[in-house]
């Protein structure tokens, strides 16, 4: 089945840094999505994105498909974008498969 | 628009029992997916329902089961539960599912079993 990787699997910043998280998969998909976990385990939708590039504040992500990956971009971090980020992916309806996800801590 | 609501929040069970989850999806929503989470197996595709269809199926034995009623509500069922379906539970709704819509997930039903 199709293989879904995330990295890196750890990162602290300090407060107002910028990251970017990078999402591989191993074969062709017709979406991908992004998502946060906050640390109560509520997950939320960030992007719905099966290629191109979409903008939403700070966030935004970057799927290309062709090569088979995604990113996402955060800017100017806050300590409530701690957490952890999934990255998940439908393979045409044979299954869908969430990466192992990035834990995220931002310090202030 | 309210969310995606899961009941119960938490479950304490014993091994070898059943356990039934419900889930209510947004209005309009006719997909209902549901997901495991595990510290050692992550987010895990359980199944997915449309229009009280199931539509796919993850890799999961058949003691876990599923149902969409005509109002796209949902309900999962683990039978014969063992120690290591202690998990987050968690529920999804989209308009079209998983692989044509943006998923809006639940908070969750904690299932510890004992």
């Known amino acids: 089945g199709i293989q879904v990787e995330q990295s890196p699997p750890d990162l602290i910043l300090q407060e107002g840094a910028n990251s970017t998280l990078r999402c591989n998969f191993s074969d062709s998909v017709n979406n991908l999505q992004w998502f946060h976990q906050n640390p109560w385990g509520q997950l939320i939708n960030l992007f719905y994105i099966p290629s191109g590039t979409k903008q939403n504040g700070r966030l935004s992500a970057t799927t290309v498909a062709t090569e088979r990956y995604s990113l996402l971009y955060i800017s100017s971090s806050q300590t409530t974008d701690s957490g952890v980020y999934f990255c998940?992916?439908?393979?045409?309806?044979?299954?869908?498969?969430f990466g192992p996800g990035t834990r995220l801590s931002v310090l202030p | 628009k309210a969310g995606v609501t899961q009941t119960p929040r938490y479950l304490i069970k014993t091994r070898g029992q059943q356990v039934t989850l419900s889930c209510s999806p947004i209005s309009g929503h006719r997909s209902v997916s549901w997901y495991q989470q595990t510290p050692g197996q992550g987010l895990q595709f359980l199944f997915e329902y449309f229009s009280e269809t199931q539509r796919n199926k993850g890799n999961f034995p058949g003691r876990f089961s599923g149902r969409q009623f005509s109002n796209s509500r949902s309900e999962m069922n683990v039978s014969t539960l063992e120690l290591g379906d202690s998990a987050l539970y968690l529920c999804?709704?989209?308009?079209?599912?998983?692989?044509?819509?943006?998923?809006?997930f639940g908070n969750g039903t904690r299932l510890t079993v004992t």
């Open positions: 999804a709704s989209s308009l079209a599912g998983h692989g044509y819509s943006p998923l809006h």
């Open positions: 998940a992916v439908d393979n045409y309806g044979q299954n869908f498969v």
